[in-house]
């Protein structure tokens, strides 16, 4: 058999004279200096255009569909894409693919959200504060803030960029992060019937 996957070019709402960048385009090694790199050095301060035109609007969708919607998106660098205007400036985050986001039904429940889901709920196969670790600190961290940061870190000298994020998650998060482990989980050993057992794989590095 053979599949296909089909994915809308056009995030919404819609806007004019604007075009979309995935995530991993920003940081991919090709020969020349990685796109972010490009970008950042058009400014007089990179490090404060990574922090405030791309970390800050990132980490507060992320946290915003996490803390208010019980929605955890998967923003790795293929789901995530930037939306600039022609001269590249930064507009807006735009996520894609929903079909394996995990949902928190009992947040969604406590605030009289819509519980239309059947899979991929948090809590279900794994406690759901492993679960939040997996698709913040595994997902998003591991596979695409350590990317961006190192980028900023090589061409730039760029540092403390970690606290810097662990700041901005605090801040758009709240206070209340008990639905965190004090530890990150990421993939573990396969068990039989192609389950991944999570495991602590070390301490939490942006948040």
Not at 98 to 107: A, E, K, W
Not at 137 to 145: A, C, E, N, Q
Request: proline letters at 7%; one cysteine or more; glycine letters at 8%.
């Amino acid at each position: 058999g053979r599949g296909e996957i089909f994915r809308e070019k056009k995030p919404r709402p819609y806007m004019e004279n604007i075009h979309l960048i995935p995530f991993f385009s920003l940081y991919a090694e090709t020969g020349d200096p990685p796109l972010l790199a490009q970008m950042a050095s058009d400014y007089s301060n990179p490090q404060h255009f990574f922090t405030e035109k791309l970390m800050r609007p990132f980490i507060e969708t992320w946290c915003f569909f996490a803390r208010e919607r019980g929605i955890l998106l998967e923003s790795h660098g293929q789901n995530t894409l930037l939306e600039v205007d022609g001269s590249l400036t930064p507009r807006r985050i735009v996520h894609r693919d929903f079909q394996s986001i995990y949902v928190d039904i009992d947040l969604r429940r406590s605030k009289g959200l819509p519980l239309d889901f059947n899979k991929h709920l948090a809590g279900e196969e794994c406690p759901a504060e492993q679960t939040y670790s997996l698709v913040y600190d595994h997902y998003v961290g591991d596979y695409l803030l350590k990317n961006m940061v190192a980028v900023m870190e090589r061409h730039f000298g760029s540092r403390g960029l970690e606290q810097e994020i662990r700041e901005l998650f605090r801040y758009f998060y709240g206070p209340d992060t008990g639905k965190f482990p004090s530890v990150s989980y990421g993939h573990g050993k396969m068990l039989e019937g192609n389950v991944c057992k999570l495991e602590p794989i070390g301490d939490p590095v942006f948040r």
